[in-house]
């Protein structure tokens, strides 16, 4: 959730920021190449770990209050910070109330800030089926659903029974599957912060579905770089085809740009170098795409979003 306008200046003391009277941690200046996967970009205004929803709520209310830009973090896996950085509060939901998983019957609980293998995995520990396509996909759950992540056996979108929500004045609300939309790679839950979901998944055989959550991993993680973090998946596949399958048809593997290059086995996954910048990696999304137009006709839409 973002509300486009800049941070009203403060004339308080350069230590002090517009949340000290809220009873909030919240940092300064907060660098944030090390809470994405690229590694690359400048600070965040203000950073923050809220403790639990009430916590959470204030600080909503105030950015809105003053004006304050706000997003959420976060596994960071496809997010790029511009170098100059975030002109307002980045929060990410890491508190243990944020990443609870509680398994009922066929429902899964989870926090926003939960990592979605864990999700996947007590899912799957429980004999519930449903989500085991997604196990090589990075990030949290809340990332997940925000963006309607998926696999080769179907999306997340297609479990979600209802999601927890807060609005921009710091309420709360459970928006259950009528309110929803999901389509591929996307959801309409970008007007909120998402704190928690409840998934609807089917009984299944534990065992047979930890040899199916294992053949995935194997599988995801076959085509996908090694040995490095610092990598993120360019673009939505179109319907019919895949990113991967255009961007090598059109050239585009040995494109460049500085310190960011295209990951060869798999054209669709960038990688960024030791010093790699933010522009590189911008520069060459935009290299790809423009390949792609001139040379096949086909606009890919990137995945890597751009603060």
Not at 174 to 182: G, K, M, Q, V
Not at 243 to 257: D, K, N
Not at 266 to 274: E, I, R
């Amino acid at each position: 959730m973002t509300q486009h306008h800049s941070p009203t200046p403060s004339k308080t003391p350069a230590h002090a920021t517009p949340f000290d009277d809220l009873g909030v941690a919240v940092s300064p200046g907060e660098p944030l190449a090390h809470h994405t996967w690229l590694g690359v970009g400048g600070p965040a205004a203000y950073f923050c770990e809220p403790v639990d929803v009430e916590a959470l709520s204030r600080v909503v209310a105030r950015c809105r209050e003053r004006s304050i830009p706000l997003r959420v973090v976060g596994g960071g896996s496809n997010v790029l910070v511009p170098a100059g950085g975030y002109p307002g509060m980045v929060v990410r939901l890491s508190a243990a109330p944020f990443c609870a998983i509680d398994v009922q019957g066929t429902i899964c609980q989870a926090g926003a800030g939960a990592k979605l293998v864990h999700v996947v995995s007590a899912a799957v520990q429980a004999g519930l089926a449903g989500l085991e396509m997604l196990v090589d996909v990075p990030g949290t759950i809340g990332g997940a659903v925000v963006g309607n992540a998926g696999g080769h056996g179907g999306d997340i979108g297609q479990r979600v029974r209802d999601v927890t929500v807060m609005l921009g004045d710091g309420t709360v609300e459970i928006r259950d599957r009528s309110r929803l939309a999901f389509e591929s790679r996307w959801s309409n839950l970008d007007d909120c912060i998402v704190i928690a979901c409840r998934l609807e998944l089917d009984p299944d055989d534990a065992g047979l579905l930890t040899k199916r959550m294992q053949k995935q991993w194997i599988l995801g993680r076959g085509g996908q770089p090694n040995g490095t973090r610092t990598v993120a998946m360019m673009f939505k596949d179109p319907l019919g085809t895949t990113a991967e399958s255009l961007i090598a048809q059109a050239g585009g593997r040995e494109l460049r740009s500085g310190e960011a290059t295209i990951y060869p086995p798999h054209a669709n996954y960038l990688v960024a170098g030791p010093r790699c910048t933010s522009d590189d990696v911008r520069t060459l999304v935009e290299l790809v795409r423009d390949r792609v137009r001139q040379r096949l006709g086909v606009e890919l839409t990137p995945l890597i979003q751009v603060w």
